[in-house]
């Protein structure tokens, strides 16, 4: 008849044994009790470590495994995620195995062989504070915390710390939280302030960018002859100004009011003329009257002062308003 072999492993916790009865491992089951996510059961053999399965809440709660681990072998089990998971099993019968009672006299001699392993334990595994060693038994795996004198103590201090960890883990967040809480408040005073402070920075920007606006906005000076000539300074030169009796250069494009091109003098050699001497249209000659070197003028002219009643065929049809782009080059 075969032995029945079971092992309960809660997270965070690894269980360590020397087998000493070969067992094969068949079941890996939730506990009743679960939460939500998933726990993968490991088994670290020969320094390696394999996962076993992977269960999740309401998914997969168990898993059919067929392992063999043999006399002699030193094994690991541990769990990842915060599900306790059963692991069981039945020992594995053999030739040399004698019976129960050639095994263990009584239940007194087996708590005493695992005090004394438990001793040894101790002085070889001193920094491992939460390993598990567990020993192969008649039914079921035996295990004991490192750190607790007795059995009974193990299984009632390991839900008290679990239960005063938690309780430390909640106050450190709800500190936490507090703390985050003073930030996100210090920021909001600090953008509060901060409006404040960059209002004069902001009035600056403001007169700065009206400034850079206001030539824009500028529009050319235009003056209203009697003859009703328009005249519009587009640029100001800066050089000498030019009076009848000067001889001048030109550059110039002379469009319809449609906006229709009739001729122009934009490269190569300016046009040349003597200012009021009667060389040009009357509007030429008036509209020109003061312009300063490198200086530029919108010449709206009326057919009365530019080709009348008779127009100047093919390209200025009769009593046609002229509309001249001219620019002061050269004076002499």
């Keep these: 008849m075969l032995g029945f072999w079971g092992l309960t492993v809660l997270p965070d916790k690894t269980y360590r044994q020397v ?62 995620g915060e599900n306790t998971v059963h692991l069981s099993g039945n020992y594995l019968p053999e030739e040399d195995f004698g019976s129960d009672e050639d095994m263990y006299d009584d239940e007194d001699d087996m708590e005493d062989d ?26 079921v795996a035996q295990f004991e915390e490192k750190t607790a004198p007795a059995k009974k103590q193990a299984k009632i201090e390991t839900p008290v710390k679990k239960e005063e960890a938690k309780k430390e883990a909640k ?3 709800k500190k936490e939280e507090a ?7 210090a920021k909001k005073e600090v953008k509060k302030e901060e409006p404040k402070k960059e209002e004069p920075k902001k009035e600056v920007k403001k007169e700065v960018k009206k400034e850079k606006e206001a030539p824009k906005k500028e529009e050319p000076k235009k003056t209203v002859l009697a003859s009703g000539l ?3 300074d587009v640029k100001v ?4 100004a030019a009076k009848s009796g000067k001889k001048i250069g030109m550059r110039y494009i002379g469009r319809l009011v449609n906006g ?37 003028r919108r010449l709206t002219i009326p057919p009365a002062l530019a080709y009348g009643a008779r127009g100047a065929p093919p390209d200025i049809p009769k009593n046609a308003t ?3 782009e001219v620019k002061l080059v050269t004076l002499k």
């Design 171 to 173: 106050k450190e967040t």
């Design 19 to 80: 087998v000493e009865n070969s067992f094969k491992l068949s079941m890996a089951a939730l506990d009743e009790t679960t939460k939500p996510g998933r726990s993968s059961v490991r088994v670290t053999v020969d320094k390696k470590t394999f996962v076993l399965c992977s269960l999740a809440a309401g998914k997969t709660e168990q898993q059919t495994l067929d392992l063999v681990f043999t006399e002699g072998e030193e094994i690991t089990f541990s769990v990842s």
């Design 114 to 139: 695992m005090e004394d392993d438990m001793e040894e334990d101790d002085e070889e595994d001193d920094d491992e504070e939460n390993v598990i060693v567990t020993k192969g038994a008649k039914r």
């Design 230 to 232: 328009v005249i519009e």
């Design 260 to 296: 229709k091109v009739f001729d122009k003098n934009t490269s190569g050699q300016p046009f040349h003329f003597n200012l009021g001497r009667g060389e040009v249209i009357k509007g030429w000659d008036q509209g020109i009257q003061g312009m300063q070197l490198g200086g530029e």
């Design 237 to 240: 030169g800066t050089g000498a």
């Design 179 to 185: 703390k985050k809480e003073a930030k996100k408040e």
């Design 322 to 324: 002229l509309v001249f």
